[in-house]
């Protein structure tokens, strides 16, 4: 995907569409930012001692997708992709044997299930699994918001990451 590709969200739209389409927004830019490269690009950390990067993101992003939509919207008991619980972080950790086609596949297949259980429901339904520390449930309209914010800080860590490794800035 390039930049000019991305689905500029409505400036009018009603709160679904708007919630929605900024979201998707955020989904392209990631998306643009991996375009283009290869596997040792996206493998490629930010700055040490940093080990972020974009094929570290689009994991990070899938196992972000899949806990708010899948566990924490519809209750499934969907267990991590890349990381486990004595190594948090290691959806970040990429290796030689990972690759920018599996990461992105997987990515997009959670975005896919993200979208369809949203489409579901109304931005009011609270969801069926992990709750708030105070035990309060998450509604899909705060969800939304959250993913929102997700993605918009590590959009940020993306530009940076990938004018570090090939000099594109600007999208």
């Not at 290691?90 to 489409?119: C, H, N, P, S, Y």
Request: overall charge negative; glycine content about 8%.
């Amino acid at each position: 995907m390039t930049i000019n590709e991305r689905p500029l969200p409505s400036t009018t739209a009603g709160e679904r569409e708007m919630l929605e389409g900024w979201l998707d927004f955020h989904r392209a830019t990631l998306a643009a930012k991996c375009a283009g490269l290869d596997d040792e690009q996206l493998r490629t950390a930010s700055a040490p001692p940093s080990i972020m990067s974009l094929m570290g993101l689009m994991r990070h992003m899938a196992e972000v997708e899949r806990h708010w939509f899948r566990r924490v919207l519809s209750g499934e008991d969907a267990p991590p992709i890349y990381y486990d619980e004595t190594d948090r972080d290691k959806d970040f950790k990429v290796t030689k044997k990972d690759t920018g086609e599996e990461a992105l596949a997987t990515w997009q297949a959670e975005i896919a299930k993200a979208r369809e259980l949203a489409a579901e429901r109304s931005l009011d339904y609270t969801g069926a699994g992990v709750r708030w520390r105070e035990g309060e449930p998450f509604s899909l309209r705060w969800i939304l918001t959250h993913m929102i914010e997700e993605y918009a800080r590590h959009n940020g860590h993306a530009d940076l990451i990938r004018e570090r490794v090939d000099g594109a800035t600007g999208f």
